[in-house]
């Protein structure tokens, strides 16, 4: 698996747990724990996808 695909899945999964945090774990005491999860996924997987790559020339 690539950095970026990994990048692109933890990416996924942390917006995912932030939508399901919000939903359904606003009363209860998982709450804060799955925020800092959620946000650490996020970041992390956005960290991972590379922006930038090498240009390549055109020499004939």
Known sequence: MSRQVLGKTFV???A???IINLSFFKQMEWYDIVRWISYALFGIGFLLIPTYSKS???DL
């Open 12 to 14: 996924i999964l942390g």
């Open 16 to 18: 995912l747990a932030m």
């Open 56 to 58: 390549k020339s055109n």
